[in-house]
T-cell receptor, first 113, second 112 residues
Framework: AQRVTQPEKLLSVFKGAPVELKCNYSYSGSPELFWYVQYSRQRLQLLLRHISRESIKGFTADLNKGETSFHLKKPFAQEEDSAMYYCALSDEYSGAGSYQLTFGKGTKLSVIP | KAGVTQTPRYLIKTRGQQVTLSCSPISGHRSVSWYQQTPGQGLQFLFEYFSETQRNKGNFPGRFSGRQFSNSRSEMNVSTLELGDSALYLC???????????FGSGTRLTVV
């Protein structure tokens, strides 16, 4: 069964410092991975997905199949980055065209001014 | 474009009762998925509906059920509530693939 592990419950960094939120996965097929973010009192929203190879709000994430990791990185943290971050893996259900997300437990990022 | 709307925002129910939660997807989205979020288990997939058909179901007991209407609105029902059902229930809509998931604000259910 697929599994997503985020080893850090809480990560505190100073403003301007680099950020790395770790995510490791276990999946037998070819994974599709995502990062979701939840700011205080806001709904869960998609930050980025590995297939797009995009950079959103300065964040990037590279899929490393050898290490089964999909760490989220930002070179310089900003106070507005403080939020809960979830790594997620999508899995197609028996070729039915239906997908589901398996989420990690999340990492709370706190950026200290 | 209106987002995903979940009602009600908060619910308090007594053990043994049943509850119905509602989700209105983004216009044009035919897929609605439900997730349960708890401090202990995190976010867990409940089920997914597409064009009024349940295509996928997570590992939850039969007390958890749902349906989808022709206008793509979805309801989730939990019968014989238990204390452990207290959670934030999130609904997400998409065009039919996970790539376009948009989540609602959730319904916070408290079972006493």
């Amino acid at each position: 069964a697929q599994r997503v592990t985020q080893p850090e419950k809480l990560l505190s960094v100073f403003k301007g410092a680099p950020v790395e939120l770790k995510c490791n996965y276990s999946y037998s097929g070819s994974p599709e991975l995502f990062w979701y973010v939840q700011y205080s009192r806001q709904r869960l929203q998609l930050l980025l997905r590995h297939i797009s190879r995009e950079s959103i709000k300065g964040f990037t994430a590279d899929l490393n199949k050898g290490e089964t990791s999909f760490h989220l990185k930002k070179p310089f943290a900003q106070e507005e980055d403080s939020a809960m971050y979830y790594c997620a893996l999508s899995d197609e259900y028996s070729g039915a065209g239906s997908y589901q997300l398996t989420f990690g437990k999340g990492t709370k990022l706190s950026v200290i001014p | 474009k209106a987002g995903v709307t979940q009602t009600p925002r908060y619910l308090i129910k007594t053990r043994g009762q049943q509850v119905t939660l509602s989700c209105s997807p983004i216009s044009g989205h035919r897929s609605v998925s439900w997730y349960q979020q708890t401090p202990g288990q995190g976010l867990q997939f409940l089920f997914e509906y597409f064009s009024e058909t349940q295509r996928n179901k997570g590992n939850f007991p039969g007390r958890f059920s749902g349906r989808q209407f022709s206008n793509s609105r979805s309801e989730m029902n939990v019968s014989t509530l238990e204390l452990g059902d207290s959670a934030l229930y999130l609904c997400a809509s998409s065009t039919g693939t996970v790539h376009g998931y948009t989540f609602g604000s959730g319904t916070r259910l408290t079972v006493v």
